[in-house]
T-cell receptor
Framework: AQSVTQLGSHVSVSEGALVLLRCNYS??????LFWYVQYPNQGLQLLLK??????LVKGINGFEAEFKKSETSFHLTKPSAHMSDAAEYFC????????????FGKGTRLSVIA | NAGVTQTPKFRVLKTGQSMTLLCAQD?????MYWYRQDPGMGLRLIHY???????AKGEVPDGYNVSRLKKQNFLLGLESAAPSQTSVYFC?????????????FGDGTRLSIL
């Protein structure tokens, strides 16, 4: 069975600092990986995804993530945090075939301090 | 293009009452999902559907029923509401083409059971 672990339920950074949100997964086959963002009182929006090919994936709002098979990780980064990045971030994993639904991590709340 | 629309946005119920949450999508998506979001628990899948007339259980199906009579609608029912079902409920949909297709989310229904 697949699972996702997001290290740190709450991360706080200063405006302009590096953002690093950690995600590790467990899967018996190379998975598809996703990062979603949730702003207050809204649903989730896709930030980026990895399926195949290049392991460094760029997403919206300056975020990127790198798939590292050897570390079973898919950490999300952004070089310089903006106040508008404050939100909850979810990592999710899916098997590449079949109708198996997405499995979500428990989320990391990002706070950005002025 | 409205995307995924959830009705109602807020609701307060008394224990034992019943209600139906409606999810409608206008993207002609085959797959639809119902999740609940609770603090510190991330998103947990309640039920999902891979096409009109089909439904399947997710991680936490007890106490809920669903129906997908029309492709664009996915209904979530609570037959006898319990305080443990107080949560934020999200509907999502995605198109066919593989598990690399992202899910599109509604803005949620905030449900309180007294």
């Amino acid at each position: 069975a697949q699972s996702v672990t997001q290290l740190g339920s709450h991360v706080s950074v200063s405006e302009g600092a590096l953002v690093l949100l950690r995600c590790n997964y467990s899967s018996s086959v190379p998975p598809y990986l996703f990062w979603y963002v949730q702003y207050p009182n809204q649903g989730l929006q896709l930030l980026l995804k990895y399926t195949t090919g290049a392991t460094l994936v760029k997403g919206i709002n300056g975020f990127e993530a790198e798939f590292k098979k050897s570390e079973t990780s898919f950490h999300l980064t952004k070089p310089s945090a903006h106040m508008s990045d404050a939100a909850e971030y979810f990592c999710a994993v899916s098997e590449p075939s079949g109708n198996t639904p997405l499995v979500f991590g428990k989320g990391t709340r990002l706070s950005v301090i002025a | 293009n409205a995307g995924v629309t959830q009705t109602p946005k807020f609701r307060v119920l008394k224990t034992g009452q019943s209600m139906t949450l409606l999810c409608a999508q206008d993207m002609n998506h085959e797959y639809m999902y119902w999740y609940r979001q609770d603090p510190g628990m991330g998103l947990r899948l309640i039920h999902y559907s891979v096409g009109e007339g089909t439904t399947a259980k997710g991680e936490v199906p007890d106490g809920y029923n669903v129906s997908r009579l029309k492709k664009q609608n996915f209904l979530l029912g609570l037959e006898s509401a319990a305080p443990s079902q107080t949560s934020v409920y999200f509907c999502a949909s995605r198109k066919t083409g593989g598990n690399n297709q992202p899910q599109h989310f509604g803005d949620g229904t905030r449900l309180s059971i007294l």
